[in-house]
């Protein structure tokens, strides 16, 4: 099945919405569907249709996986009861790391997430409150990735032959499926969401797990989730389409107050892009670089060394897993 794209140039926000609200809200019925908020763009979009289609049919939550980044879960959760939209938080830390122990191959550990959040958490969830429907934040290059068999994004269940009814016990609701990121952007910005969440910088599914080369343990997490923090911080000002950090499995040799430090590598990306298909590297100035590398260095425990990507997508992804 092929699905039409509603392009930029084609959309009418408005009209986009009240057609979205609709179908929601007819698909549902009088059921109650759930809804996961991850903060991102996308999510955070889906998450004011379905409050509009449904109010209090819908219960949104907002899963810590344990992979997200700092202060990331009460920030997202106080965005949004400000909104007006509860958002119960649901501590899955313990089940997502038993599900990636011992996964290094970047594909199991997206399968390790996806069977984590659909069947563990999610089942769980359907079972509890007898929702019927989960709403998705999936859009368009979500599918042609996953399709085209590049990477497997985590949220693509149907396009794949999933039948999540008969595999998980609930249907999927995508309502953003014709949209890529630009025409998603002009939508939540309709809808009333702030600025620094219409253009907020894409965040992947995975999450911090997508930045992990190797083993995700709470540990290693930790060692990217506070690199993150400071890339975040020192590349603000950019406009940059992207911007991260990676942990890499191998460990190099460096030095500490004249020791033998043998510590970690963190690799530090950040992209020029219109949509995320392709991408080439910010031509950040040397003494960024060189701020960047001091802070990690000495503000994450273990890092002896940071490296700047200089590699365009293709054939690098933005992401490392
Ligand atoms: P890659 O690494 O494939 O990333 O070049 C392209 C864009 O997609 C984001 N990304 C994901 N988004 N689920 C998502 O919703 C995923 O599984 C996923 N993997 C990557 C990535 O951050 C980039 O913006």
Redo the contacts with the bound molecule.
Sequence with gaps: MTIQEITLEKLNPQEFIAQQVEAISTAVGDGLAINALSG?V?SSTVTLLAHKALGKRLLTVFVENGIMRKGEPQRIVERFKALGVPVQLIDARADFFAALKGLADPEEK?EAITQTFYKTVFGELVRESGAKYLLH???L??VD?TVAG??????ILTQLGIDTEEVYGYQVIEPLLQLRKPAVRAVAKALGLSEEVYNRM?????ALA?RVIGEVTPERTEIVREATAIVEEELADTGA??Y?AILHQDKVTGMRDDKRDYGHQIEVRC?E?ED??T?SPTRLPFDTLERLADRITSEVPGVVSVTYSITK?PP??????
């Design positions: 991102g996308d997206r934040g999936t859009i290059t979500d990735e590049i990477k497997r994004q985590h949220n894409p965040f992947p599914g995975p997508a389409f992207q991260l992209w892009s995320a298909r991408g997508k690098s992804t933005i992401e490392a897993i």
